[in-house]
């Protein structure tokens, strides 16, 4: 028998050797992995953050993959870089949904990537996971599959509002940086603290601007007691010089992002007296105990692991939806995640490993989570997370008060 | 509060104003809008940030040691990417000087991260007198800026390397057949210019935020500054950055501060729609 080996018989067959090679392992995986997508803010603004958030994933599903997986199959996660950036995360999302085949995407941090991917998850059916504050989050997931382990920003205005007036402070003047994520935060600031005690009506400046002199100046004119300045860590930097710069010797608030140690080193003692707040873990909590040993972290007093735990909620609540629902169809594991982390009468677990045995033995559980103990509204809103008051003094922060859920 | 949304006016100036010498300068010599400006700035702010804070030396030898490197980095930029450029049209130029200030700021982004940053020395509590308040840091800024605009007008008018280079602005042929070494005044234009960018960059980062958009925010107003005096004359670009600093400043009487930014874009439109060579600027004449 003659073949004659032609220039196209070798290219086609190479082609086929290849395309073999390289796509049947992903056919393989689809047919026997759970994809799951993680998407984090590993640099940019969400930077000091997004690494821990990815950390937590992973750890999570290496532990689950380890104990032989969830419904018999072992979880595929794909981590992608958001770059705390809308346009970047709609590539990675995109990628996520269309190549990877996720049921999932977790992980999003800041409200604009969160809500820039939303379009192409809700098309495709994709479950949403995010630490994001902006109020627009659950009006824009009209098919329910988003998940939110952050409470909205209305509810950090009035949680920063309250403790505020816990301190005595009688008058207030409010500026922000124009963004949602700020301006319904001033909204519930203004909600608690009364109008009348607001002394100029709450204004809002761009980012990257040249100068933040005229809007500091206006700020402080009438001299209040407080001053609560919703911000991102870049604008309040060159904002805070500047009301420190004119003299202002009321009391600065605003959000614990906007603080954290590049601040203290770019400004130095100046920083001191600031006080900021932020939804926090529930430190005294078991599940928190436990993310903290799964980390290899030390518990400090004032600094903690908002996203980081949420990052270990995210990923365990989704599987243990997925368990409780017996399938992967996202319609019915969205469902399955309030079966899973609220209502009472439950058998409360904190971590995976437990949450999977009592499903496996026919129990109902509730999840308590690190970050909170991830009850859910009908929207999908996580409902309370413990907000804490600190102020920086020599240089760290120390917590003045605690509001606990 | 009107005369402190003054001095802020005047703070503000003498930030602009150099740089906006700066560009003018270029623009007269090289011929096309240097929009590398803020890639220049930046680079200037996080070398004095380098000498500062992490080699430890005091902020005075931080700047001199800033002006120093980024008038080379700035010659450097002229030698890799725009000599071998020099017969193409300002559109050409100015994509590239656009390409390069994006291509500055991700190499700082890659060396030092996007986080924020600043000198190693303490904020200053201001002096007030006459309900104004001014730190001592603000009147070494508009000092600054003023001794900027005296040695440039010295350099311009009394110096054979500051007539050198107004001649070769003014006629870059002639002035080569004239025995000037434009070659040599190119260079020094570059060089001169990037020590005044790399000054903006100290100054910007002690009124800002060191981070690596610190420049690209200060460009719109410094380009509005430079076109608004009259695009290639130092002069006008001084009175220019006095009017954008000022617009920009009392803007918030009569407008919410979030349309503060547009300003610039406005004073531009409208005073190039009644004069279009600017203030000082010198109508071309195209042959």
Redesign the interface.
């Known amino acids: 028998m003659s073949r004659n080996i032609t220039r196209r018989t070798v290219l086609k067959s190479g082609a086929a050797t290849f395309a073999a090679a390289t796509m049947a392992p992903a056919i393989l995986r689809a047919a026997d992995d759970i994809n799951v997508g993680s998407l984090t803010p590993n640099?940019?603004?969400g930077?000091p953050f997004g690494p821990k958030i990815t950390a937590s994933h992973k750890r999570v599903v290496e532990l689950v993959n380890s104990q032989g997986g969830v419904l018999g199959r072992q979880i595929n996660l794909t981590q992608e870089n958001s770059e705390t950036n809308p346009e970047s995360a709609v590539r990675a999302a995109d990628k996520l949904i269309n190549v990877n085949g996720v049921i999932g995407i977790l992980g999003t941090w800041s409200s604009s990537v969160t809500l820039g991917i939303m379009p192409k998850c809700q098309e495709a059916g994709v479950i949403q996971m995010c630490t994001s504050s902006s109020a627009d989050i659950p009006v824009r997931d009209e098919k329910g599959l988003v998940f939110n382990f952050q409470a909205l920003s209305p509810v950090w205005g009035r949680a920063i509002a309250s403790l505020a007036l816990r301190r005595g402070f009688n008058t207030f003047n409010l500026m922000a940086l124009?963004n949602d994520f700020t301006r319904s935060m001033m909204d519930g600031f203004v909600e608690i603290v009364g109008a009348d005690k607001v002394m100029i009506d709450p204004?809002?400046?761009?980012g990257?601007?040249?100068?933040y002199?005229?809007?500091v100046?206006?700020l402080i004119?009438s001299n209040p007691d407080a001053v609560f300045i919703p911000s991102y860590?870049?604008d309040f930097?060159?904002v805070y010089?500047e009301i420190?710069?004119?003299?202002y010797e009321g009391q600065v608030i605003t959000v614990s992002i906007s603080t954290g140690s590049?601040?203290k080193?770019?400004?130095?003692?100046?920083a001191n007296g600031i006080i900021h707040g932020l939804p926090v873990p529930p430190i005294s909590s078991e599940a928190y105990r436990q993310y903290v040993e799964e980390a290899e972290l030390e518990q400090m007093d004032g600094v903690q692991h908002p996203f980081g735990t949420a990052g270990r909620d995210q990923m365990s609540t989704l599987l243990l939806a997925v368990e409780k629902a017996g399938t992967t169809d996202t319609a019915q594991v969205a469902k399955a995640m309030w079966d899973v982390t609220t209502g009472e009468g439950k058998k409360t677990v904190y971590n995976i490993t437990d949450g999977l045995a009592a499903i496996r033995a026919g129990e109902e559980i509730n999840y308590s989570g690190a970050s909170s103990s991830v009850e859910f509204d009908a929207e999908g809103m996580v409902l309370g997370r413990d907000f804490q008051l600190a102020e920086i003094k020599g240089g760290a922060d120390v917590v003045i008060e605690r509001l606990e859920y | 509060m009107n005369m402190q949304l003054f001095v802020n006016g005047i703070v503000n100036a003498a930030l602009i104003a150099p740089p906006a010498i700066a560009f003018s300068l270029l623009f007269g010599v090289m011929r096309f809008p240097n929009f590398a400006i803020g890639g220049y700035i930046t680079a200037g702010a996080f070398a004095a940030y380098a000498f500062n804070v992490q080699l430890g030396l005091p902020l005075l030898a931080s700047a001199v040691a800033a002006m120093a490197l980024t008038g080379f980095i700035v010659w450097l930029s002229d030698i890799i990417v725009f000599k071998p450029m020099r017969g193409h049209g300002p559109v050409t130029l100015l994509v590239v000087s656009i390409a390069l200030t994006l291509i500055l700021e991700h190499i700082i982004r890659i060396i030092y991260s996007a986080e924020v940053r600043g000198f190693d020395i303490p904020l200053q509590r201001p002096v007030k007198f006459a309900g104004i308040r001014i730190t001592y840091e603000q009147m070494d800024i508009i000092a600054l800026a003023l001794a900027v605009a005296v040695a440039t007008h010295l350099l311009l008018r009394f110096t054979n390397i500051g007539k050198a280079m107004r001649a070769t602005a003014d006629n870059p042929v002639l002035a080569e057949v004239r025995g000037i070494n434009t070659g040599l005044v190119i260079g020094f234009t570059w060089l001169f210019c990037g020590a005044l960018f790399g000054l903006t960059g100290v100054l910007a980062g002690l009124d800002l935020v060191i981070e690596p958009l610190l420049g690209w925010n200060l460009t719109i107003p410094i380009f509005a500054a430079a076109i608004l005096g009259g695009i290639g004359s130092p002069y006008g670009a001084m009175l220019g950055a006095v009017m954008v600093g000022m617009a920009e400043e009392l803007t918030v009487l009569v407008l919410p501060s979030s349309y503060k930014v547009g300003v610039g874009f406005m004073i531009i439109a409208v005073l190039l729609l009644a004069r279009p060579h600017g203030l000082l600027g010198q109508p071309e004449i195209r042959k």
Request: proline share 0%; hydrophobic share 20%.
């Open positions: 640099t940019g603004g930077g124009n204004f809002y400046y761009n990257n601007q040249s100068s002199r005229s809007e100046s206006q004119e860590v870049t930097t060159a010089k420190f710069r004119q003299g590049k601040f080193e770019a400004v130095g003692e100046a």
